[in-house]
C-alpha cells in the first residue's frame, strides 16, 4: 500500500484545512487509517482513526469536536477535516495504514504498517 497525503497549508488560527491521503491497491476498504502529526522536536502523536468500513472513528481529546475523519473507499481515500485550528496543531501530518486486516491498538503508531510522506499544516496566530 502506497500512501500520498495532501492538502496542508498555512492557515490563521479559527480556520479551516481538509487533508486527503489517496491509496494505491485495492484492498484499501480492509485497512484500518489513522492521521498523526509530528511537531519539530516532538514525537509523532495520534491524531485520529477509522476502520475499514468507516463506521468506527477514534479521536485525541486534543482535536476531539474539532477535527472529523472519513474515508471513501470507492475513491481510496480518506480525509481529515480540520476546524477551528489553533496555533498547537501546526505540525507535520501523516496518514498511516495497519497492515491487511489487522486490528491493532489504534493509537500506537507501531500499529500501522504504512505510511504517506506528510503534508505540512501550519496555524497562525
Known amino acids: 500500500v502506497q500512501l500520498q497525503a495532501y492538502g496542508g497549508g498555512l492557515v490563521q488560527a479559527g480556520g479551516s484545512l481538509r487533508l486527503s491521503c489517496a491509496a494505491s491497491g485495492r484492498t484499501f476498504s480492509s485497512h484500518y487509517m489513522g492521521w498523526f502529526r509530528q511537531a519539530p522536536g516532538k514525537e509523532r502523536d495520534f491524531v485520529a482513526a477509522?476502520?475499514?468500513?468507516?463506521?468506527?472513528?477514534k479521536y485525541a481529546d486534543s482535536v476531539k469536536g474539532r477535527f472529523t475523519i472519513s474515508r471513501d473507499n470507492a475513491k481510496n481515500t480518506v480525509y481529515l477535516q480540520m476546524n477551528s485550528l489553533k496555533p498547537e496543531d501546526t505540525a507535520v501530518y501523516y496518514c498511516?495504514?495497519?497492515?491487511?486486516?489487522?486490528?491493532?491498538?489504534?493509537?500506537?503508531?507501531?500499529?500501522?504498517?504504512?505510511w504517506g510522506q506528510g503534508t505540512q499544516v501550519t496555524v497562525s496566530s
Open positions: 498511516a495504514a495497519q497492515g491487511l486486516g489487522s486490528w491493532r491498538p489504534y493509537f500506537q503508531t507501531q500499529s500501522y504498517d504504512y
Open positions: 477509522i476502520s475499514g468500513s468507516g463506521g468506527n472513528t
